[in-house]
């Protein structure tokens, strides 16, 4: 785009321009007010003598020359050194950039004028959309499962009786700006035989923070200014809950990593205390909320226990912003065998007791043989669309490719956030307060993803 990007809207810049264009002009007008009858004067009568000499006659238009000479001149200058003053400022606080810029200041307004994203869930999944998410919008809001009982958060939930870190730290390193390097260092895991054997250095991390800035909420603002996270993470409760499964045999079992491993069919799931009450962060985030996206991630495990806090269930069904369930791509053994998208939507419908649901993004892509064995082995399979019968509960269906191309089936985090800006920005939301469509913004964000993801 050159140097005509400096002029896109949405910089912030021009007004600035014009306004010092203005003041030198200003200025010059009063240069030449109390100079006119002197300095001007002499200057004039000097180009008329140099005119008279060069064509033998009185004339203005060296004057004219020298003057739109002049003009052009100094313009330029005033460019060339506004721009360095600018690239001076720049590379002194930020020396390092990966790239322009234009399209750093473009992008960075533009995403703290997107839609506020709320994402509800758990897990790799959740961390896994929170990937694309970033680039989408600085106002997205992470409402965190904390049923996990499992390695070392349950670990640190028994020793040091906080809520489990494993889930909340993914989803910090996930939106953090300089993932790669947090990524490194928030997932080591120690080795050997101390008493470090089998934590991850980020769980510590968040278990140290939280006590010395005194909760949990508090430890993770403050994780979220020291790793530059763009956006908020937040717990759906505070309280020290379990998940509890009823199988289908009659069966209860007490533990996500228990039911996880039971290998049962689950017929119905609760919290236990069953009254956890929600943290007030995440129903400010849900509240205000342009979109609610749940999932994707294990069904009954990440997705469903947010939603069986019940002041979280009566804030997502009370909001007015658009709903949209992400599914998984691959059944989970011991949780959803057997089941297609439809299963995975019953589901979640009818633990929150009615149809609130707006959208339902399904996987349409095939995937490799080699990775069907594979998963197969497993006891895992491909979840089925089933698209007509979704859209007969009053949801439309947004089928699509979403697998990444490595070997294992996951979602891809850039096409998850292409396909959540096609929503926000050529479905139904422009029509519920977005505004118009910024095809030059979509165009800069998927540019982004291209290179970032």
Same mark, same amino acid.
């Given at each position: 785009?050159?140097?005509?990007?400096?002029?896109?809207?949405?910089?912030?810049?021009?007004?600035?321009?014009?306004?010092?264009?203005?003041?030198?002009?200003?200025?010059?007008?009063?240069?030449?007010?109390?100079?006119?009858?002197?300095?001007?004067?002499?200057?004039?009568?000097?180009?008329?003598?140099?005119?008279?000499?060069?064509?033998?006659?009185?004339?203005?238009?060296?004057?004219?020359?020298?003057?739109?000479?002049?003009?052009?001149?100094?313009?330029?200058?005033?460019?060339?050194?506004?721009? +360095?003053?600018?690239?001076?400022?720049?590379?002194?606080?930020?020396?390092?950039?990966?790239?322009?810029?234009?399209?750093?200041?473009?992008?960075?307004?533009?995403?703290?004028?997107?839609?506020?994203?709320?994402?509800?869930?758990?897990?790799?999944?959740?961390?896994? $959309?929170?990937?694309?998410?970033?680039?989408?919008?600085?106002?997205? !809001?992470?409402?965190? =499962?904390?049923? %996990? &009982?499992?390695?070392?958060?349950?670990?640190?939930?028994?020793?040091?009786?906080?809520?489990?870190?494993?889930?909340?730290?993914?989803?910090?390193?996930?939106?953090? &700006?300089?993932?790669?390097?947090? &990524? +490194?260092?928030?997932?080591? +895991?120690?080795?050997?035989?101390?008493?470090?054997?089998?934590?991850?250095?980020? !769980?510590?991390?968040?278990?140290?923070?939280?006590?010395?800035?005194?909760?949990?909420?508090?430890?993770?603002?403050?994780?979220?200014? $020291?790793?530059?996270?763009?956006?908020?993470?937040?717990?759906?409760?505070?309280?020290?809950?379990?998940?509890?499964?009823?199988?289908?045999?009659?069966?209860?079992?007490?533990?996500? =990593?228990?039911?996880?491993?039971?290998?049962? /069919?689950?017929?119905?799931?609760?919290?236990?205390?069953?009254?956890?009450?929600?943290?007030?962060?995440?129903?400010?985030?849900?509240?205000?909320? &342009?979109?609610?996206?749940?999932?994707?991630?294990?069904?009954?495990?990440?997705?469903?226990?947010? $939603?069986?806090?019940?002041?979280?269930?009566?804030?997502?069904?009370?909001?007015?912003?658009?709903?949209?369930? *992400?599914?998984?791509?691959?059944?989970?053994?011991?949780?959803?065998?057997?089941?297609?998208?439809?299963?995975?939507?019953?589901?979640?419908?009818?633990?929150?007791?009615?149809?609130?649901?707006?959208?339902?993004?399904?996987?349409? /892509?095939?995937?490799?043989?080699?990775?069907?064995?594979?998963?197969?082995?497993?006891?895992?399979?491909?979840?089925?669309?089933? *698209?007509?019968?979704?859209? !007969?509960?009053?949801?439309?269906?947004?089928?699509?490719?979403?697998?990444? !191309?490595?070997?294992?089936?996951?979602?891809?985090?850039?096409?998850?956030?292409?396909?959540?800006?096609?929503?926000?920005?050529?479905?139904?939301?422009?029509?519920?307060?977005?505004?118009?469509? %910024?095809?030059?913004?979509?165009?800069?964000?998927?540019?982004?993803? /291209?290179?970032?993801?």
């Amino acid at each position: 785009m050159g140097w005509i990007s400096w002029f896109s809207p949405g910089l912030n810049i021009k007004r600035w321009l014009l306004l010092f264009a203005v003041g030198v002009l200003i200025s010059s007008i009063a240069v030449a007010l109390l100079f006119n009858y002197q300095v001007m004067g002499i200057a004039e009568e000097v180009l008329f003598q140099l005119s008279y000499m060069a064509t033998g006659k009185y004339s203005n238009n060296m004057v004219i020359a020298v003057g739109a000479v002049c003009l052009i001149i100094g313009f330029f200058i005033m460019v060339y050194a506004t721009r +360095r003053i600018v690239f001076s400022i720049v590379d002194t606080v930020i020396p390092e950039k990966n790239s322009s810029l234009m399209e750093t200041i473009f992008i960075n307004r533009k995403l703290m004028k997107g839609p506020s994203i709320t994402v509800v869930g758990g897990g790799t999944g959740l961390s896994t $959309l929170l990937r694309g998410i970033k680039y989408i919008t600085n106002k997205c !809001n992470a409402v965190v =499962t904390v049923t %996990d &009982d499992g390695g070392s958060s349950g670990r640190l939930r028994q020793e040091m009786g906080i809520i489990p870190p494993g889930d909340l730290r993914n989803c910090l390193i996930s939106m953090a &700006d300089r993932e790669p390097v947090m &990524d +490194r260092i928030m997932q080591y +895991r120690f080795e050997g035989d101390s008493m470090f054997d089998g934590h991850c250095f980020g !769980n510590l991390f968040l278990a140290a923070i939280a006590e010395a800035e005194g909760g949990m909420e508090e430890g993770l603002k403050a994780a979220s200014q $020291l790793l530059n996270v763009r956006g908020n993470v937040t717990p759906s409760t505070l309280a020290d809950v379990q998940l509890q499964a009823k199988m289908a045999d009659g069966s209860l079992i007490l533990g996500e =990593t228990e039911i996880s491993n039971a290998g049962k /069919q689950i017929v119905e799931m609760k919290l236990v205390p069953e009254n956890a009450p929600a943290t007030k962060s995440a129903l400010k985030a849900i509240e205000e909320a &342009d979109v609610i996206i749940l999932g994707p991630g294990s069904l009954y495990t990440s997705v469903i226990p947010n $939603l069986l806090v019940k002041e979280i269930r009566d804030a997502i069904v009370a909001s007015k912003g658009v709903k949209i369930y *992400i599914c998984n791509v691959m059944t989970q053994p011991g949780e959803t065998d057997g089941y297609g998208a439809f299963e995975h939507v019953k589901a979640i419908v009818d633990v929150v007791g009615e149809q609130f649901l707006d959208y339902v993004v399904v996987n349409d /892509q095939n995937i490799t043989a080699e990775q069907l064995d594979q998963y197969k082995a497993k006891g895992s399979e491909p979840v089925s669309p089933d *698209i007509e019968a979704i859209e !007969n509960l009053g949801i439309e269906v947004v089928s699509t490719s979403l697998i990444s !191309n490595e070997d294992f089936v996951r979602h891809n985090p850039k096409k998850l956030a292409q396909i959540i800006i096609r929503l926000i920005y050529h479905l139904r939301l422009f029509g519920k307060g977005f505004g118009f469509i %910024d095809y030059v913004f979509v165009r800069q964000i998927m540019h982004k993803l /291209q290179k970032q993801l």
